[in-house]
């Protein structure tokens, strides 16, 4: 059967940054540490993100307006969210010896995102990047540059399928896009 564009995406991805497994080892060892503070660190992720790219904030109607991360982070909108994206990024870290299962959670997440949110994909990029950014602060003695790299194979995992997901679904860009 002739593959979809998503699916050539995926195993480009393969090809070039696939998670060795002592990367693999890594990536659970300091997850682990990151997920026993799930919630605060997901809402720090969170508010970072919607501080620096605040027309993100165009897709939860509870804050779409609001400029105080202080109260943003009260709403349960966020707050859900937070617990929402933690723990597909645990489904992902848990079964990252499981390729199949990988691409099935992040499809639903693209899915999801793109039929139902709405979502603009690059936002995706954005928020991978600040996810990162914050794990790397906040954990920082144990991001040495080798789980740093490690890491950002993660960071281009996910945003690799969930962009082959939005399109497999047909995403295209809203002619009025801001993007
Ligand atoms: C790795 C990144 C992300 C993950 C794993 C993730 C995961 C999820 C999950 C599991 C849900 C709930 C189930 C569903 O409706 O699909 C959800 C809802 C949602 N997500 Fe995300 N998300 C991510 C990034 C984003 C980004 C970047 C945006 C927008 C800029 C966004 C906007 C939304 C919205 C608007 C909802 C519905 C919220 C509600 O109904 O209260 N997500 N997300």
Redesign the pocket.
Known sequence: MEKVQGEMEIERWERSEELSDAEKKVIQETWSRVYTNCEDVGVSILIR?FVK?PS?K?????FKHMEDPLEMERTP?LR??AR??M???NTVVENINDSEKVSSV?A??GK??AL??K??PV??K???GV?LEVIAEEYANDFTPEVQRAWTKVKSL?YTH?TAAYKEVGWVQYPNSTM
């Open positions: 993100f790219f993100a165009q897709y939860f109607s509870q909108q859900k969210h929402r994206v723990g597909a990024v992040l639903l997440v999801a995102h139902k949110h979502v603009e936002y995706f954005f928020f991978t996810m996910i969930v």
